[in-house]
């Protein structure tokens, strides 16, 4: 049996030894050369340090730190503390009925998101996520499988269609909708609300909307007598509950009227029909918001794909904080906040990750696989500062002045926004 603490220092990262065997003098020239005075002091201390001072000889959750080395031991250009940037769908409750689950990402778990959360759904072939409504904008993204979604403009028109994976839906507040499961094996879907708080628990059921209702009331307004509405008066709520397959979505749209009824607006996307909106040697993205995807007016939405490598360029949002959701590979961010606090963290698929408004960060596939991931933001459209564009768009002597580099240097830079650069 092997010796843990000694098992443990094996596994210390490479790069933070190698770190410590640099000298000052060359950090000062090499990665620190932007920093303050005192700023490069408190990164020689701490390097100086850490040989002993990083030790940890006591308990620790292995599998949690190996999934996040470099929160376990920061990167040394790290500092400070403003939030957690990460959460994942798989530490949150799962809510799990009869026809299928959810669990949601919001600001319970991940606090600073104060604009956005997510919620994670599966609903088995045929089965209903209740009719309901809410008060935040509802934006989807169809992760597996086949669904059908309705949704009734206030006008009476009604937009029903069938999404698979890829496609996308948004749902206004207040609008009611449904979304049922097709074959063969229902679907599973993400869901982003444009309200830190939101949580799907708290979302307007018909059945609690009938149940809490007064009987008479209901005769009333449904012109049915007192027998048919004890049928329609549950204890429970249904929230998500079994049924069997829908018709065909011809002959559900003509059930209910045809183009009489049919809603004059689009209410669905379909993502992977679109030419990306920018492809690079690195990968390619995305971009969907209220300029390609009209109703989408609060929510604006970027799917990225790294190849291995590959480097989501440091950049910044200037109208929203960042909400993003972890569709596949393995990836870093470090996001750079003011008052030189800096947070790196590892992510994975299923996870959530966060970027206050403004913040500088970048997000690099340190995976094998393509890094797959959205970017979300409450706003109407997608906008972003590349920090390579701005070099590039300044006067090379006020450059310069600010990063010691020569004009030949300065000019390696990338002159435009590349948003992904290969690796
Ligand atoms: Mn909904
Ligand atoms: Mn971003």
């Avoid at 444009?194 to 799907?200: C, K, P, T």
């Avoid at 002959?251 to 669905?268: C, F, H, L, N």
């Avoid at 972890?326 to 470090?334: E, Q």
């Amino acid at each position: 049996m092997s010796d843990p603490i000694s098992e443990k220092e094996t596994m210390e990262s490479p790069s933070r030894r190698s770190f410590i065997g640099i000298s000052s003098a060359a950090l000062a020239t090499a990665a620190f050369s932007g920093l303050t005075a005192s700023a490069q002091q408190t990164q020689d201390t701490r390097s100086a340090e850490k040989g002993i001072s990083a030790s940890d000889p006591g308990q620790e959750n292995k599998p949690l730190l190996d999934e996040n080395p470099e929160s376990n031991m920061p990167p040394p250009t790290d500092h400070g503390d403003f939030g957690p940037i990460w959460y994942s769908f798989d530490l949150v409750h799962k809510r799990v009925q009869d026809g299928g689950w959810t669990h949601e990402v919001n600001s319970i778990v991940l606090p600073t998101s104060k604009d956005l959360a997510g919620v994670n759904m599966r609903i088995t072939a045929g089965s209903f996520r209740e009719l309901h409504w809410h008060t935040a904008d509802e934006w989807a993204i169809m992760l597996y499988g086949n669904a059908r979604v309705t949704v009734m403009n206030p006008d009476g028109s009604m937009f029903i269609d069938d999404v698979g994976k890829g496609d996308l839906w948004l749902f206004p507040a207040g609008f009611p909708h449904s979304i049922q499961g097709l074959g063969p094996d229902g679907c599973e879907f993400l869901l982003v609300f444009d309200q830190g708080d939101f949580s799907e628990d708290g979302t307007f059921l018909l059945s609690e909307t009938i149940a809490h209702t007064p009987r008479n009331i209901l005769a009333k307004n449904f012109g049915l007598n007192k027998d048919s509405i004890d049928r329609i008066v549950r204890k429970e709520s249904l929230y998500i509950f079994p049924a069997d397959l829908p018709l065909s979505l011809a002959r559900d749209k003509a059930a209910i009227g045809g183009p009489r009824v049919a809603s004059p607006i689009q209410y669905t996307f379909k993502l992977f029909d679109m030419t990306p909106t920018r492809k690079t040697l690195g990968g390619e993205v995305r971009i969907v918001d209220s300029r390609n995807f009209p109703v989408s007016k609060n929510i604006a939405a970027a799917l990225v794909t790294l190849k291995p490598g590959a480097l989501r360029e440091l950049h910044w949002h200037p109208n929203a904080s960042e909400w993003q959701f972890w569709l596949a590979g393995k990836g870093r961010m470090t996001v750079v906040m003011n008052e030189g606090k800096a947070r790196t963290m590892d992510f994975n698929a299923n996870d959530v990750g966060f970027v206050p408004r403004v913040a500088t960060h970048y997000i690099e596939n340190t995976g094998k696989t393509d890094v797959v991931f959205l970017e979300m933001f409450k706003a109407d459209r997608f906008v972003d500062v590349s920090l390579n564009n701005w070099l590039r768009r300044l006067p090379p002597e006020a450059v310069r002045a600010h990063l010691n580099l020569t004009a030949e240097q300065i000019e390696k830079i990338p002159a435009d926004k590349e948003l992904v650069i290969a690796g």
